[in-house]
């Protein structure tokens, strides 16, 4: 069988070239297709009313502030329960430390009498008067409120600020020996 140049005999080559030679075409139209409807609106659809994104803006920045607003309560409240939490603590590290404060005044009273005794008269006037003190300053910080001893303190500070840093001084030097000797004693 000879196949003659001019003619070209038909194979399955010839079918597989024609099929490759479709699919690009469907696929051109396909596209178009899609891309046409993306551009126009369909028929009796107004085109405003197509591409209105806009009024949705407004209604998300108000659920955005109305979000932002539940936020903010939140926080408030959270806040104000972080404060009220941190009153009560401090009301009864008040009284803890006025308890304690007028019983250091009440063995430094009744030593008074051992000093007398023991050293002399003189020393144990200076035990009372100290115990004296100590009791009026227990006396305060029973019947002031936190609030009220947190602005003496600031007044405090803004008079005297330099007792204020050195009083702060000493207190962190107390703490400190204090951690030091437990971690010490745990050794």
């Known amino acids: 069988m000879a196949v003659d140049q001019d003619k070209k005999p038909t194979t399955s080559k010839s079918s597989t070239a024609k099929a490759t030679a479709k699919k690009p075409a469907t696929k051109k139209p396909a596209t178009k297709r899609t891309a046409a409807k993306k551009s126009t609106p369909a028929k009796g659809v107004n085109a405003k009313k197509a591409t209105s994104a806009k009024p949705s803006a407004p209604l998300k920045a108000g659920a955005t502030r109305a979000a932002s607003g539940k936020t903010a309560n939140a926080t408030a409240d959270l806040k104000e329960r972080a404060i009220d939490k ?58 002031k409120d936190v609030d009220e001893m947190v602005d003496d303190a600031r007044e405090f500070v803004r008079k005297k600020p330099a007792v204020a840093i050195g009083a702060a001084a000493v207190v962190g030097l107390i703490v400190a020996r204090l951690i030091k000797s437990g971690i010490d004693d745990r050794s």
């Open 86 to 143: 941190a009153r009560s603590t401090a009301n009864d590290g008040k009284a803890k430390a006025g308890e304690a404060i007028s019983t250091l005044s009440e063995m430094i009273e009744n030593s008074a009498k051992t000093i007398d005794e023991n050293v002399g008269e003189k020393y144990g006037n200076y035990a009372r008067s100290a115990a004296d003190s100590i009791s009026s300053f227990a006396e305060k910080i029973n019947t």
